[in-house]
């Protein structure tokens, strides 16, 4: 049996840890080979990737409740009732962070910080969003509150400080959000100790991340995706390589010293900023970045980019449009990979791509262990010559 998280069955965070984690495994793969007879596809099913089982996960964001003088912080319950759950450790996050959940409660409490009500709009105290690299041990701390009180900002740091942890805390930014949105807004950051950034090393390659950067959760597995899309691709310095969806850049640049050029096209321009430091970081010269939306880059600008021989596709949960395959079926690349941590929409999107593209592989990798999400790649090799 699992060692079991002491909230485990009260928190929402995760809902499989009673099912033992070889059995998790076989849940998923089986999962992995309905939907692929469901849908009649051709290929072979690699064997599912396994990764440290708990610890796993680089970021959370927990939320505070209570009342003044009794602060509670931690996640969701996962019955109907949404409780608030006080949470004193998180196997899924890190061995540290019941000494931070406690050390923030403790401060709030003594400072008699009042907390944030979503229906009033009144209160201090939001979120507590924790961070931390696994490969190069550092921790970012930020604590969400409104502009109502003020934090104390040195007796915060202190307290942090003070805490003896396996992974020291090398960043730490207070964030006022006066929004009405339960999301987090990072408009009014400030950076109240040490770097604004902590950078994570996968595979001698490094990537800053930021309080407010998107970077996948599980750095283990996706040091591994990464290598077996580089491995598989077989790059040489005559290949261009498009990466829609690239977020930070990290696939691209993974790519990129085997490639001739890469594309990176993502949405967002701060996310594209941070891609391009990476590339700096890492003194990767042969990747361009776009910030806009995939469809519009495909219609108005990939025209110039006729000659792409492997594109990398690896978009949010929901997937592409049927405009996206269109359009992504009109560059006529040798091959496309294709990630995503939701494989019913991918298989979706595969039918659409299977009539001028044979499938070779789908390789799962448990990036979630005890919650129902997956990550697979898809490898797909153009069945005729160019057009
Ligand atoms: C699953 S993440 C993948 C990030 C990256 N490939 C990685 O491995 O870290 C999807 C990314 O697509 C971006 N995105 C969402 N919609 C988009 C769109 N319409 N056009 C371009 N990028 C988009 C998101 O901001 C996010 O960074």
Redesign the pocket.
């Given at each position: 049996m699992n060692q079991l998280c002491r909230h485990f069955g009260d928190c929402g965070g995760c809902r499989f840890q009673d099912v033992e984690y070889c059995q998790q495994l076989i849940n998923k793969e089986n999962l992995v080979k309905e939907l692929i007879e469901k849908n009649n596809f051709a290929l072979e099913i690699r064997k599912i990737h396994s990764y440290q089982k708990f610890f796993y996960r680089n970021k959370m964001e927990f939320s505070f409740s209570g009342a003044q003088g009794s602060v509670l912080c931690g996640l969701y319950s996962g019955s109907k009732d949404r409780r608030l759950v006080n949470l004193e450790e998180c196997l899924l996050f890190s061995k540290d962070i019941g000494k931070i959940l406690n050390v923030v409660r403790a401060f709030g409490n003594q400072k008699g910080f009042s907390v944030f009500n979503k229906y009033s709009h009144r209160g201090f105290l939001r979120n507590l969003i924790v961070r931390e690299t696994k490969f190069t041990a550092q921790t970012m701390v930020a604590i969400v509150t409104t502009s109502e009180q003020d934090l104390n900002s040195s007796e915060f740091v202190e307290a942090i400080l003070n805490l003896d942890l396996e992974k020291p805390v090398v960043s730490i930014f207070w964030i006022k959000n006066d929004s009405w949105s339960d999301a987090v807004v990072f408009e009014k950051k400030e950076l109240i100790f040490g770097q604004p950034f902590i950078q994570e090393e996968l595979d001698g390659l490094f990537f800053n991340i930021g309080v407010d950067s998107?970077?996948?959760v599980n750095p283990q597995g996706?040091k591994e995706?990464?290598q077996t899309i580089r491995k598989e691709a077989a790059l040489d310095k005559e290949k261009r390589v498009l990466?829609?969806?690239?977020?930070?850049?990290?696939?691209?640049i993974f790519l990129a010293k085997e490639a001739e050029h890469v594309f990176?096209?993502?949405?967002?321009q701060p996310?594209v900023e941070a891609a391009i430091i990476n590339a700096e970081n890492n003194k990767v010269g042969n990747i361009t970045f776009f910030a806009?939306?995939?469809?519009?880059?495909l219609n108005l600008k990939a025209q110039g980019y006729k000659n792409i021989d492997c594109i990398?596709l690896?978009?949010?949960?929901s997937g592409l449009s049927k405009k996206?395959i269109r359009a992504v079926l009109r560059l006529e690349p040798a091959v496309i990979f294709y990630?995503?941590?939701n494989p019913k929409s991918m298989m979706d999107d595969l039918s659409g791509l299977v009539g001028e593209y044979d499938l070779d592989f789908i390789e799962p990798f448990d990036f979630f262990p005890h919650t129902p999400h997956l990550e697979c790649l898809v490898k797909m090799k153009r069945n005729r010559p160019k057009g």
């Open positions: 998107f970077f996948q996706i995706l990464y990466d829609l969806f690239c977020g930070v850049g990290s696939i691209g990176g096209v993502e949405l967002h996310i806009e939306d995939t469809r519009r880059f990398v690896n978009p949010p949960r996206i990630s995503s941590c």
